[in-house]
């Protein structure tokens, strides 16, 4: 998500000694490779598309058997009385580091991430824009992921960080105004009094999870605000191609026109299916006919952002029956479930994981 400021130190405490507890519960075994192959970087899925063991963000998110055998964890997220998507424990190795990107895909355009490190040294730094700063064990930020960021963890030890994905809630959001500021525009603001949270053995808590993350169809109007957000970005960078810009913007608002005109007759039906997949094919072929030199307001190629952001969530039609299928996730000891990169997307768009809902 775009924030105003690159990052937020929310006024929050954790109890690191029960964190890690819960983390020493968890065999080798339970951590996945990144989805993206980056070098030293693992996971354990806590929730996800059914519960199960994926990188997935379309489908309904339900906890996984590692965090429903962590109650701390679950007492974590809990507070920050959020609906919750796709949450994990993300490990670094030492002398590793998490390459410098953007979070360009549908899901980041309304989520932002919450961490809490749990084990981390001084010397393991996040930079985001030009701001870095170090999150100490137990203490909860976040941040803007639109702007580039990167994590540098140079010394020899493990770094792990709980991280929930999560669009807030207005306590989330009255939360985040009281939180201290890093920014690049201003001065760190003053740290508020951090509330401590600790383990409560006797309180059971209930985490609220997304069912409806990506659309079968995406409605007109979000067609239209997702189209004007990558307007007005792709018109504030002065270093733009005028003749590549053009031609992008033209691609764009033929693209909205003709959406609406599809959705006007048919909406979500599935009378109207064969027409969307035939407009987003024709668009993606034009979109990727510009010179990916043709940059964003955080240095992403603008014709890669329309077909994460946009093209690759506007029509998911494997979701109207994938929803449906809520059932609990595997016990332990059955082959986990993962999508492999260069696998076709679960959502049923028919394009690689890579290239659609594993994009960013």
């Not at 029956?321 to 809520?326: I, V």
């Amino acid at each position: 998500m775009k924030l105003k400021h690159e990052f937020y130190k929310l006024p929050l405490r954790f109890d690191v000694e029960r964190l890690r507890k819960e983390l020493a519960a968890f065999p080798e075994s339970d951590w996945q490779t990144h989805p993206s192959d980056y070098k030293g970087n693992l996971a354990i899925p806590l929730v996800s598309v059914n519960g199960r063991i994926n990188d997935d963000f379309a489908g309904p998110m339900q906890p996984t058997p590692q965090l429903k055998r962590s109650p701390y964890m679950q007492q974590v997220i809990a507070t920050f009385r959020s609906v919750c998507s796709r949450s994990r424990l993300m490990r670094l190795e030492g002398r590793h580091d998490v390459p410098l990107h953007s979070d360009i895909n549908y899901h980041w355009w309304s989520r932002v991430r919450i961490h809490v490190p749990i084990v981390t040294t001084p010397d393991v730094i996040f930079h985001c824009g030009d701001q870095q700063v170090h999150m100490a064990e137990g203490e909860a930020w976040i941040f803007d992921s639109w702007k580039m960021h990167r994590v540098v963890n140079p010394s020899g030890k493990t770094r792990v960080h709980l991280v929930i994905d999560t669009s807030g809630s207005p306590e989330f959001w009255e939360l985040v105004e009281s939180a201290q500021i890093f920014s690049s525009s201003s001065a760190p603001g003053r740290e508020a009094t951090a509330v401590q949270v600790p383990f409560q053995a006797s309180k059971k808590v209930k985490i609220q999870t997304e069912r409806f993350n990506v659309p079968v169809v995406m409605s007109a109007g979000e067609v239209d605000a997702l189209v004007e957000g990558l307007i007005q970005d792709v018109g504030s960078v002065a270093e733009n191609d005028r003749e590549q810009l053009e031609r992008y913007l033209a691609i764009l608002t033929t693209f909205r026109f003709a959406w609406r005109s599809i959705w006007s007759v048919h909406g979500p039906e599935k009378t109207g299916w064969l027409d969307y997949e035939l407009l987003i094919n024709k668009t993606t072929e034009k979109v990727l006919s510009i010179d990916a030199g043709l940059l964003l307001s955080n240095s992403s190629s603008a014709p890669q952002v329309m077909c994460a952001r946009i093209l690759a969530s506007a029509l998911t039609p494997g979701l109207a029956e994938g929803r449906a299928d809520t059932g609990p996730a595997k016990p332990p000891g059955e082959a986990p479930e993962k999508t492999g990169r260069n696998s076709p997307c679960p959502c049923g768009s028919g394009r690689k994981y890579k290239r659609c809902h594993g994009a960013g």
